[in-house]
């Protein structure tokens, strides 16, 4: 039974779900959801981590079954005929299953013999996909050999062989970055706007749900929201303003200082500024004169009005992540404490990083900016001593990296993107091992420990496996085994990819208080919004930088006769775009 157009193409009613965590505890994953998909629209499911939006999907898409409640997928029973939808929709999950040894190409055939597409339908169905997902010209290429942004593009490819009636997309431009998050955001709007595709995806970008027609708000399995996204904006009408911080003041600090306000339910930099959103009754005046800067009216957009919905029910950040504090903070620094001279890095003829040079001082936060398969990475790698440079020279706190490696290497504290944790081990068991890799022993490492589950607020969870925490939580304790050793400078690669909003507030108040007493930062980040946290940003494009300086410099980038007030965001775009307008050249954004 097909639906009509009048119906909705998803509707739930009462949605309930359980799991199973260890032998006696269960979580709730969804809690009583209701909510409609109309045909033909673009739904976004948004919500902090852990707030059941891939517990959703994976029910929506016939993969799971709610426990209790009711769930029609195109007019389709889910709980009694799950194989007649999994025929009819495209889905593509989180890890998009692409076999990486296989070419662009070999993949689609793949797909398509799976979902039993004929011939006949490849050859109408191919070249469109092609077009969509700027795949042409790498169909050989295999698919371990692609960036994140296009392995992304070769993923909605493969989930939409088949012409889908309905599209579930599980937070599809994760690891992105902006110029292909734009093109990927291109390739959703056409199928919904031109082919009349119903899509719904998570995400934990703000702005996207912020272009949809449609939002679902979820937070620990609640609904908490269901509407068009100037609903959830009108919530934070009269409640935003922007603030200018005092000459030579970082906007961070000024954010930092903020959100500790009784006044102030949120703040965020933005374009130098920092923009609040003051809690219902308070008085604007009040914050702007425990601060000494004058609040100036905004017009509310989606992601205040998210953060006012989760107020009553989010748990309010740790006051430990502003009141941090270093036992033994690094010494003052009369040289940079990152030297980069000239680096180079090639994999046989290809050449990864081009003559990069770039100089860190003490207590700065730097930021690495650039598209997938910019360099970024590889530069990361021969920073922290991971791979050997072809040329150039690296000096880390006065050490020379090529000729003392180990010595370089001990000022270092490393987050990764994924999180080198061990799953198998608790909180207390991870932070046990990384001390010990790092030297620590008997009463100082018990003393680091010690430091790190209060500093970072993990008592609580210090029994709980790693591969069972919150991705919050998650990167709490990989920034805090990173800081055991007390390294001068901490590499942050896409530390906070993925995280939402609340997540990432406490994060950069971490990071803001380490910068504070002298722990220099160095960020990787696809999120734009994160590189107004940084004193100074370079923006890398195959290898070479192409443009560096302060994030007011770099804005100013990206003005045009129709943009005088651009975002970091369309800065970045115009950066990469002017680059490769002028030398062209094969790219995998």
């Given at each position: 039974m097909s639906a009509s157009a009048a119906e909705p193409v998803i509707a739930g009613r009462a949605l309930s779900k359980h799991f199973r965590n260890g032998a006696k505890q269960t979580v709730q994953a969804l809690a009583n959801v209701s909510f409609q998909v109309a045909a033909g629209t673009l739904t976004a499911l948004v919500g902090p981590d852990g707030a059941g939006k891939t517990t959703l999907i994976r029910l929506m898409a016939g993969l799971m079954t709610a426990d209790e409640g009711e769930l029609t997928v195109l007019g389709i029973d889910a709980k009694a005929d799950p194989q007649a939808i999994q025929s009819r929709i495209g889905y593509m999950p989180q890890r998009f299953g692409l076999y990486e040894d296989l070419s662009v190409q070999e993949n689609l055939d793949l797909?398509?013999?799976?979902?039993?597409?004929?011939?006949?339908?490849?050859?109408?169905?191919?070249?469109?996909?092609?077009?969509?997902?700027?795949?042409?010209?790498?169909?050989?290429?295999?698919?371990?050999?692609?960036?994140?942004?296009?392995?992304?593009?070769?993923?909605?490819?493969?989930?939409?062989?088949?012409?889908?009636?309905?599209l579930l997309l599980d937070e599809p431009t994760v690891g992105v970055d902006p110029l292909s998050r734009r093109e990927l955001w291109d390739i959703i709007t056409k199928l919904v706007r031109e082919e009349g595709v119903p899509v719904l995806l998570s995400t934990s970008y703000l702005d996207e749900a912020a272009r949809c027609d449609h939002v679902v708000v979820l937070h620990e399995g609640k609904l908490l929201s269901e509407g068009p996204p100037a609903k959830v904006a009108a919530l934070a009408d009269g409640r935003t303003f922007s603030m200018q911080p005092a000459a030579g003041e970082p906007a961070r600090e000024l954010q930092a200082r903020l959100l500790d306000a009784p006044d102030v339910l949120d703040a965020s930099p933005e374009a130098g500024h920092v923009r609040i959103v003051r809690r219902a009754h308070a008085s604007p005046s009040h914050a702007a004169s425990d601060t000494g800067s004058q609040a100036t009216p905004v017009p509310a957009r989606f992601e205040d009005g998210f953060m006012i919905l989760l107020q009553p029910t989010a748990t309010p950040p740790s006051a430990m992540a502003a009141d941090m504090k270093l036992e033994h903070p690094p010494a003052e620094a009369k040289t940079p404490v990152i030297e980069v001279t000239d680096l180079v890095k090639r994999f046989g003829d290809f050449i990864a990083v081009d003559h990069l040079n770039f100089q860190v001082a003490r207590g700065e936060i730097f930021g690495l900016l650039g598209p997938n398969g910019a360099g970024k990475t590889t530069t990361f790698r021969m920073l922290c001593g991971l791979l050997h440079p072809t040329g150039g020279d690296l000096k880390i706190a006065g050490a020379d990296l090529k000729r003392s490696p180990a010595s370089a290497r001990q000022k270092i504290g490393y987050v990764a993107q994924k999180f080198s944790l061990y799953a198998q081990l608790s909180v207390a068991e991870n932070l046990d091992f990384f001390a010990s890799a790092y030297g620590l022993h008997s009463a100082r490492r018990r003393q680091r420990i010690h430091w790190a589950m209060a500093q970072f607020d993990l008592s609580a969870a210090s029994h709980q496996l790693g591969g069972q925490l919150p991705g919050g939580y998650k990167q709490r304790l990989a920034t805090a085994a990173a800081l055991l050793h007390e390294p001068d400078i901490l590499f942050l690669d896409e530390a906070t990819s993925g995280a939402d909003p609340l997540a990432r507030r406490e994060f950069w108040r971490r990071i803001t208080a380490l910068a504070k007493q002298g722990v220099t930062v160095i960020v990787t980040t696809h999120f734009m919004v994160e590189a107004e946290y940084c004193d100074r940003i370079a923006i890398l494009d195959s290898g070479r930088i192409l443009a560096?300086?302060?994030?007011?410099?770099?804005?100013?980038?990206?003005?045009?006769?129709?943009?005088?007030?651009?975002?970091?965001?369309?800065?970045?775009?115009?950066?990469?775009?002017?680059?490769?307008?002028?030398?062209?050249?094969?790219?995998v954004a």
């Open positions: 797909y398509a013999d799976l979902h039993d597409v004929s011939v006949a339908a490849r050859q109408t169905r191919y070249p469109r996909l092609m077009e969509m997902t700027a795949l042409g010209p790498f169909t050989r290429r295999l698919a371990g050999k692609l960036s994140g942004g296009m392995k992304q593009k070769l993923g909605l490819a493969c989930a939409l062989v088949r012409s889908p009636d309905l560096q300086g302060s994030p007011t410099e770099i804005r100013q980038k990206g003005v045009t006769p129709s943009n005088a007030e651009p975002t970091m965001e369309d800065a970045f775009i115009a950066v990469i775009e002017a680059s490769r307008a002028t030398a062209p050249q094969e790219h």
